[in-house]
């Protein structure tokens, strides 16, 4: 259960009928003063977002996918640096099957002394993404950093011919993890 924390989805509709979300973590941030400068801490919690398919390098979305999935983070205030992953699941718009998109793991992640957080996301070698270029991004909430809220987004590729970027697929979520 969520105490500092809220996670939102902002709606946009264009005229063409297509829509899209944004998702958002939003809350008490942690003062900087609370926010613990040595140990570690390990968080745990869901992400929520979607996923647009963009066909053989085509332009437009003919569907999307309901995101859903889990984070599992560790923080270690001393050093500065967050580890972990989230693995990612989704619902496609037009049949409503379930596809696993992998676990995505977290490089070179950080955390500065205001408790923002920013962190690299990697391609994982058994999804079916030959392409991945994106990055998490959040912050630290609640009286004493009990919470993490985190934003999600990247671009994919997986119809790739002969080392070339044809087509990218887009992906936005937002994240919420308690302190375990």
């Known amino acids: 259960m969520l105490n500092s924390l809220k996670l939102g989805r902002f709606e946009r509709r264009e005229a063409t009928g297509r829509h899209s979300d944004i998702f958002f973590a939003s ?8 926010i613990p400068t040595s140990g570690t801490a390990h968080y745990v919690g869901v992400i929520a977002g979607q996923y647009f398919p963009s066909e053989a390098g085509g332009t437009g979305f003919t569907y999307m996918y309901g ?26 718009s037009t049949d409503n099957n379930l596809v696993d998109m992998g676990v995505f793991p977290i ?49 994919t590729c997986h119809y790739c011919f002969a080392g070339t970027l044809d087509s990218y697929d887009a992906f936005d979520a937002a994240g919420a993890a308690s302190r375990r």
């Open 67 to 92: 995101v859903g999935g889990t984070v599992d983070l560790t923080v270690d205030f001393a050093a500065h640096s967050v580890t972990g992953s989230f693995h990612a699941t989704a619902r496609k």
């Open 107 to 155: 490089t070179g992640g950080t955390i500065d002394a205001n408790g923002v957080i920013a962190a690299t996301l990697a391609t994982n070698p058994n999804s079916y993404y030959i392409y991945l270029r994106g990055g998490l991004s959040g912050r630290v909430y609640g009286a004493t950093a009990g919470e993490l809220g985190l934003q999600a987004a990247f671009r």
């Open 27 to 34: 809350g008490a941030s942690t003062p900087t003063a609370s």
